[in-house]
């Protein structure tokens, strides 16, 4: 049974900062493409930063660079996104990712999804 975990959403003030987790069994990560995605409230679902198994690179929406890290722990089958410098725009639901696609280089949807993961930043 294929699934995705996240947790680790939250209030937070802004320029705080928050660690989300996406936890996977079924599968492992590095099998393909795996990130996160978000949606603000009216907005439609975005990329936010993903790593691909073709250059084992990660990639950050350009909204985010500098702000925002993910990392894996290959051992625990987890994918973290460690979230720096919070504003109020970033106030989104988070969704970890799994088989992500492509529309040339920009991340579009994805195979497999977790539960999102509410993150709501305060001014």
């Known amino acids: 049974d294929v699934q995705l975990q996240a947790s680790g959403g939250g209030l937070v003030q802004a320029g705080g900062s928050l660690r989300l987790s996406c936890t996977a069994s079924?599968?492992?990560?590095?099998?393909?493409?795996t990130g996160w995605f978000r949606q603000a409230p009216g907005k439609e679902r975005e990329g936010v930063s993903w790593?691909?198994?073709?250059?084992?690179?990660?990639y950050y929406a350009d909204s985010v660079k500098g702000r925002f890290t993910i990392s894996s722990d290959n051992a625990k089958n987890t994918v973290y996104l460690q979230m720096n410098s919070l504003k109020p725009e970033d106030t989104a639901v988070y969704y970890c990712?799994?088989?992500?696609?492509?529309?040339?280089?920009?991340?579009?949807?994805?195979?497999?999804w977790g539960r999102g993961t509410l993150v709501t930043v305060s001014s």
């Open positions: 079924g599968f492992t990560f590095d099998e393909n493409d």
């Open positions: 790593v691909r198994k073709s250059d084992s690179n990660t």
């Open positions: 990712a799994h088989d992500i696609y492509f529309l040339g280089a920009t991340p579009v949807g994805a195979g497999y």
